[in-house]
T-cell receptor, first 114, second 114 residues
Framework: AQSVSQHNHHVILSEAASLELGCNYSYGGTVNLFWYVQYPGQHLQLLLKYFSGDPLVKGIKGFEAEFIKSKFSFNLRKPSVQWSDTAEYFCAAAPRTNAGKSTFGDGTTLTVKP | ETGVTQSPTHLIKTRGQQVTLRCSSQSGHNTVSWYQQALGQGPQFIFQYYREEENGRGNFPPRFSGLQFPNYSSELNVNALELDDSALYLC?????????????FGPGTRLTVT
């Protein structure tokens, strides 16, 4: 069965600190990986995605993620967080040609203190 | 381009009742996926509709059913509501022509079952 696990339930950082959120997946077959963000009061939106090729992918707002196949991991990073990055972050995995059948982790709530 | 819309925004129902939630897909998208997001958890895949047919289902009982219409909008119906059905119900649309690599989420319907 497919599963996605996120290591941290709640992360608290000060502005300008570096961020790394862990994500591991268990999936049969070829998989696409995603990070979504949900800002307070807003709907889920795509932060970045990995399909193939360069395992380091860059997304919006300075976020990046690294796919490590041997570790079944897809960790999210940002060198310097801002207060506006306060949000909930979800890692997800989906079959190669059907993003609409995604399996999500339980999310990590990031709080950035000004 | 119109994004994914859902109605109603909030809903309160009593245990044992039936509910219908509605979703309009993003312009040009022919696939709708429904997810249930319980408090403190990530979205869980309920089912997907593609060209008016169910195209895959998650681990949800038959009392969760759906429809897709010729204009690609969709309904989620839940019969015999249980307290555990209280959650945020998310709809996401994608375009499966050539493979669906992204999905776009609506704002969700918050269902409370008392």
């Amino acid at each position: 069965a497919q599963s996605v696990s996120q290591h941290n339930h709640h992360v608290i950082l000060s502005e300008a600190a570096s961020l790394e959120l862990g994500c591991n997946y268990s999936y049969g077959g070829t998989v696409n990986l995603f990070w979504y963000v949900q800002y307070p009061g807003q709907h889920l939106q795509l932060l970045l995605k990995y399909f193939s090729g360069d395992p380091l992918v860059k997304g919006i707002k300075g976020f990046e993620a690294e796919f490590i196949k041997s570790k079944f991991s897809f960790n999210l990073r940002k060198p310097s967080v801002q207060w506006s990055d306060t949000a909930e972050y979800f890692c997800a995995a989906a079959p190669r040609t059907n993003a609409g059948k995604s399996t999500f982790g339980d999310g990590t709530t990031l709080t950035v203190k000004p | 381009e119109t994004g994914v819309t859902q109605s109603p925004t909030h809903l309160i129902k009593t245990r044992g009742q039936q509910v219908t939630l509605r979703c309009s897909s993003q312009s040009g998208h022919n696939t709708v996926s429904w997810y249930q997001q319980a408090l403190g958890q990530g979205p869980q895949f309920i089912f997907q509709y593609y060209r008016e047919e169910e195209n895959g289902r998650g681990n949800f009982p038959p009392r969760f059913s759906g429809l897709q219409f010729p204009n690609y909008s969709s309904e989620l119906n839940v019969n015999a509501l249980e307290l555990d059905d209280s959650a945020l119900y998310l709809c996401a649309s994608s375009d499966r022509a050539g493979g669906s690599y992204e999905q776009y989420f609506g704002p969700g319907t918050r269902l409370t079952v008392t």
